[in-house]
């Protein structure tokens, strides 16, 4: 099980930081993706991590800007949110291949979601 926290209201320009934690589930033997759904949108890929071989991928849209990282002791994957737009806003899930399969932005590679955690960034 995954669950996220750390969304919420912030104004453009700020910074936010989600937090994605698992039980049953050892972030540091797979693959954790971000993914994010905006309203009237489809969802799509934010970020992935492949901790075993250190392995970072970010969307054109938020590089620069998002970074994730993990804490390997609380079993915990961040997603740092820089410079904050508008069009951030949506609800953001964290995801986990378990297989590490080719295709890390593909949502349908990830056997494990949460539940997402709403960022809105107002103007």
């Known amino acids: 099980q995954l669950v996220e926290s750390g969304g919420g209201t912030v104004q453009a320009g700020g910074s936010l930081r989600l937090s994605c934690s698992a039980s049953?589930?050892?972030?540091?033997?797979?693959?954790v993706g971000w993914f994010r759904q905006g309203p009237g949108k489809d969802r799509e890929f934010v970020a992935s991590?492949?901790?075993?071989?250190?392995?970072?991928y970010y969307a054109d849209s938020v590089k620069g800007r998002f970074t994730t990282s993990q804490d390997n002791a609380k079993n915990l994957v961040f997603l740092q949110m820089n410079s904050l737009k508008p069009e951030d806003t949506a609800v953001y899930y964290c995801?986990?291949?378990?297989?590490?399969?080719?295709?890390?932005?593909?949502?349908?590679?990830?056997?494990?979601w949460g539940q997402g955690t709403q960022v809105t960034v107002s103007s």
């Open positions: 995801a986990v291949d378990r297989l590490l399969r080719p295709g890390v932005t593909a949502g349908r590679n990830y056997d494990y």
């Open positions: 049953g589930v050892t972030f540091s033997y797979f693959r």
């Open positions: 991590a492949t901790w075993k071989t250190g392995s970072t």
